[in-house]
């Protein structure tokens, strides 16, 4: 009943960030209780889960060419291009690349990085977690380190039980990105490569990227 208009997250994985009914393996993000607490400390934002194409959901989230079909480009000019310009036309937005992120884990987590670096006039903050950054023969490392420092807030993590993203923190890092300020590593003792252990992570990385 306001005029107010607020930031997007667009996320992907959309299926599991809501519901466990329809969640993988019966477990979510709880991202809806988790912007719940967050409006209680004064961060609101929309957010947008866009959900995958189940067996083509590797290719949607791969930039890079090579064993695994890389759709990813064409998939990021889909939520650029279709599906943001929808958002901003029905919702209340703050339509600036400063209030606009893109967020995910896994294969998520690889085409958010990668959307951060190579679109920064649209997004100003992302979030990875447990991202794949093995894909294709890890070429995103290559195209992290072609790349311009962009400003904005980058948002790593991952479980001691399952890949680290530890070479891309340190990459970062020699970029420019300062941890704590616009860079923010986490490792979780004991995690594992599931929607429960990201469950338990946004609501700080949240605090960070949107605080």
């Not at 004064?42 to 889960?49: M, S, T």
């Not at 480009?73 to 400063?98: M, W």
């Not at 992302?126 to 023969?137: H, K, Q, R, Y």
């Amino acid at each position: 009943q306001t005029t107010r208009h607020y930031p997007v997250l667009y996320m992907h994985d959309g299926q599991n960030l809501f519901d466990a009914a329809i969640g993988f393996a019966g477990q979510e993000w709880q991202v809806d209780e988790t912007m719940e607490q967050l409006a209680s400390e004064g961060i609101e934002a929309i957010v947008v889960g866009i959900c995958h194409m189940d067996q083509q959901r590797i290719p949607e989230y791969n930039p890079f060419p090579g064993k695994w079909q890389g759709l990813g480009r064409k998939y990021l000019d889909f939520v650029i291009n279709t599906v943001k310009p929808i958002i901003d036309r029905d919702f209340r937005t703050l339509v600036h690349h400063e209030a606009t992120g893109i967020m995910g884990s896994s294969m998520g987590g690889l085409i958010s990085l990668y959307g951060f670096f190579e679109r920064p006039d649209v997004f100003g903050y992302t979030g990875a977690m447990s991202p794949a950054f093995w894909i294709n023969s890890g070429q995103i490392y290559s195209y992290i380190q072609r790349s311009e420092y962009v400003p904005g807030k980058i948002y790593l993590d991952n479980g001691t039980r399952e890949g680290s993203a530890s070479r891309m923190n340190s990459l970062l890092v020699a970029k420019g990105y300062q941890p704590g300020q616009d860079l923010l590593y986490v490792v979780e003792k004991g995690a594992e490569h599931t929607e429960s252990a990201w469950a338990r992570r946004l609501p700080d990385a949240l605090r960070f990227l949107m605080g």
